[in-house]
T-cell receptor, first 111, second 115 residues
């Protein structure tokens, strides 16, 4: 079945550090891939998405590239801020109704 | 985009009682989803609610415990029945963006504590 595996957290970085959160997936066909972010006390919100191989999704300085050959969709940001502290969820949707979410990776950014 | 509100935002309940959570969307949507998120955990889909039909429940969730109503295209309720401390969790309402985009919008969640 379809699945998403993302790196365990928490990830703790200093402000302005480079961020990578790894995400790999298993799916039949050609899924759409997403990164969602959940700030403390809030629901999830879409951060970025990619719908086909080699697409790059980007938003708020974050980016991720849909790599079909490695079945990956790693999230990166060149310089994190304290306000980026949140939980990040990788997700996929491959037809049907149900979106598959990863376990989430908590990011702490220190000033 | 869709703006989703949930009521209540949080509640503390006694075991054995029931709580109904409301979800209101600012636009008409076909499918609404109810998730549970336990502290520090990922999302677990409880059920999918389509207007005009019975909700479809995921494995491990049953209608008697989590009855769902979907009276129109902008509103749904989830009831957590006969609560126990194990039901303490965040309950999230979500809708899928129309037009085949596949991304989802989420409400702010209802934080439930059962004593």
């Amino acid at each position: 079945g379809n699945s998403v595996t993302q790196m365990e957290g928490p990830v703790t970085l200093s402000e302005e550090a480079f961020l990578t959160i790894n995400c790999t997936y298993t799916a039949t066909g050609y899924p759409s891939l997403f990164w969602y972010v959940q700030y403390p006390g809030e629901g999830l919100q879409l951060l970025l998405k990619a719908t086909k191989a080699d697409d790059k999704g980007s938003n708020k300085g974050f980016e991720a590239t849909y790599r079909k050959e490695t079945t990956s969709f790693h999230l990166e940001k060149g310089s994190v801020q304290v306000s980026d502290s949140a939980v990040y969820f990788c997700a996929l949707k491959a037809g049907g109704f149900k979106t598959i979410f990863g376990a989430g990776t908590r990011l702490f950014v220190k000033a | 985009s869709a703006v989703i509100s949930q009521k209540p935002s949080r509640d503390i309940c006694q075991r054995g009682t029931s709580l109904t959570i409301q979800c209101q969307v600012d636009s008409q949507v076909t499918m609404m989803f109810w998730y549970r998120q336990q502290p520090g955990q990922s999302l677990t889909l409880i059920a999918t609610a389509n207007q005009g039909s019975e909700a479809t429940y995921e494995s491990g969730f049953v209608i008697d415990k989590f009855p769902i109503s979907r009276p129109n295209l902008t509103f749904s309720t989830l009831t957590v029945s006969n609560m126990s401390p194990e039901d303490s969790s965040i309950y999230l309402c979500s809708v899928e963006r129309s037009g085949g985009y596949n991304e989802q919008f989420f409400g702010p969640g209802t934080r439930l504590t059962v004593l």
